[in-house]
């Protein structure tokens, strides 16, 4: 199940999860001053094991010195309706069980606040997999770029396109129950 951040020891476990995999990835760690939300990732035995941080995201945001995000047509068109995604992590051991969790949250959060669309920096073989097994609709906005230890690829993500067809994509975790989706 996935929750927002609502007070120090959720904060602190959201941190632990977030340095800890920039750690072993070789990331540089950067706190954000600016959020819109947090949300951590727990498993139904009480484990903190994900993390995912919403950011504002304007035509000054520092994510724009690695891609044309704001040259992109979807964004122009939708100020006001597009944030960030940073600090999306999963601790190695818990990884593949819980992506859904952390996808849906991003989605949850773009329904409740009507965003359009996510800018964020992927990792290859992530976007691969939330192309490939998640069918999330991403698009590369540059090539590969090297960024705070390791190559990430500029990407948009369209969360309207999924919060608008939720029937789509069964990987959905209920927000009201925070379940699994069933597809009837």
Not at 18 to 24: I, Q
Not at 143 to 162: C, L, Q, T
Request: aromatic share 14%; hydrophobic share 40%; net charge negative.
């Amino acid at each position: 199940m996935f929750k927002s951040v609502e007070n120090e020891l959720e904060y602190a476990m959201f941190n632990g999860i977030w340095t800890t995999v920039w750690t072993e990835k070789g990331f540089e760690i950067e706190f954000s001053e600016k959020f819109l939300e947090r949300y951590v990732v727990i498993t139904e035995e009480g484990h903190y094991v994900g993390s995912i941080e919403i950011k504002p995201y304007t035509p000054e945001s520092l994510i724009n010195e690695m891609g044309p995000f704001w040259e992109h047509p979807s964004i122009k068109d939708e100020v006001g309706c597009v944030a960030e995604i940073d600090k999306l992590a999963i601790l190695s051991t818990y990884r593949g069980r819980y992506v859904a969790d952390l996808l849906s949250a991003i989605v949850h959060y773009a329904e409740m606040k009507q965003i359009s669309y996510y800018v964020m920096l992927l990792e290859p073989v992530l976007m691969r997999a939330l192309r490939i097994s998640y069918h999330v609709p991403i698009e590369k906005v540059a090539g590969r770029v090297f960024y705070k230890g390791e190559d990430v690829i500029p990407s948009i993500v369209n969360a309207r396109e999924v919060y608008t067809h939720k029937e789509r994509f069964p990987w959905l975790v209920n927000m009201e129950n925070n379940s699994t989706k069933s597809c009837d």
